[in-house]
T-cell receptor, first 114, second 114 residues
Framework: DTAVSQTPKYLVTQMGNDKSIKCEQN?????MYWYKQDSKKFLKIMFS???????INETVPNRFSPKSPDKAHLNLHINSLELGDSAVYFC?????????????FGPGTRLTVT | DQQVKQNSPSLSVQEGRISILNCDYT??????FLWYKKYPAEGPTFLIS?????DKNEDGRFTVFLNKSAKHLSLHIVPSQPGDSAVYFC?????????????FGDGTTLTVKP
């Protein structure tokens, strides 16, 4: 039973297109995150939502828009895709109020922009 | 400014020996530290953590040491096994800021040779 799932796992698209990545967690966590892992393997946080509310918004272009319809889902919509958006995007969830900060990650979505 | 650094991109050890992975941080507000393990084509999985009130935490073959004055932590794996071959990420959090946001290092690829 997958704890954090993402769809699709692979996404190949052309520059200028708009695409979405979906994330769902069944852990009952209040907080969800989006990370970008670029070609240098560095994991960089993009957004965090706590109970459907945006709490972290790092320096990310406006073309990226997260949406949280409920606390179990956090989707990422990307407009006007650029070559530099090619990366692996990870969704994660956690329950930080319990005194620990471990995050549970999804399997990742490999986005390739051509 | 990279607040969490793993200066060794890769480490190779023989099966049965000790693996030591290192991590340095610059932000003195960090008070919770985590290690994650990542296999190819999968998301990172939580391995072990340590609070700043401790200097050591052990879980089976994995031990994390924290030296607050040096702003340094290390992960020891004893004995190392081929299945431990993966990328290891160090992460740091400050509990009273940004509700569980973790800052990640850029990872160390561990190869355990049979």
């Amino acid at each position: 039973d997958t704890a954090v799932s993402q769809t699709p796992k692979y996404l190949v698209t052309q520059m200028g297109n708009d695409k979405s990545i979906k994330c769902e967690q069944n852990l009952g966590h209040d907080t969800m995150y989006w990370y970008k892992q670029d070609s240098k393997k560095f994991l960089k946080i993009m957004f965090s939502y706590n109970n459907k509310e945006l709490i972290i918004n790092e320096t990310v272009p406006n073309r990226f828009s997260p949406k949280s319809p409920d606390k179990a889902h956090l989707n990422l919509h990307i407009n006007s895709l650029e070559l530099g958006d090619s990366a692996v995007y990870f969704c994660a969830s956690s329950q930080p109020g319990q005194g620990t900060y471990e995050q549970y990650f999804g399997p990742g979505t490999r986005l390739t922009v051509t | 400014d990279q607040q969490v650094k793993q200066n060794s991109p890769s480490l190779s050890v023989q099966e049965g020996r000790i693996s030591i992975l290192n991590c340095d941080y610059t932000n003195s507000m960090f008070d919770y530290f985590l290690w994650y393990k990542k296999y190819p084509a999968e998301g990172p999985t939580f391995l072990i953590s340590i609070s700043s009130i401790k200097d050591k935490n052990e879980d089976g073959r994995f031990t994390v040491f924290l030296n607050k004055s040096a702003k340094h932590l290390s992960l020891h794996i004893v004995p190392s096994q081929p299945g431990d071959s993966a990328v290891y990420f160090c992460a740091a959090s400050a509990w009273n800021t940004n509700a569980g946001k973790s800052t990640f290092g850029d990872g160390t690829t561990l190869t355990v040779k049979p």
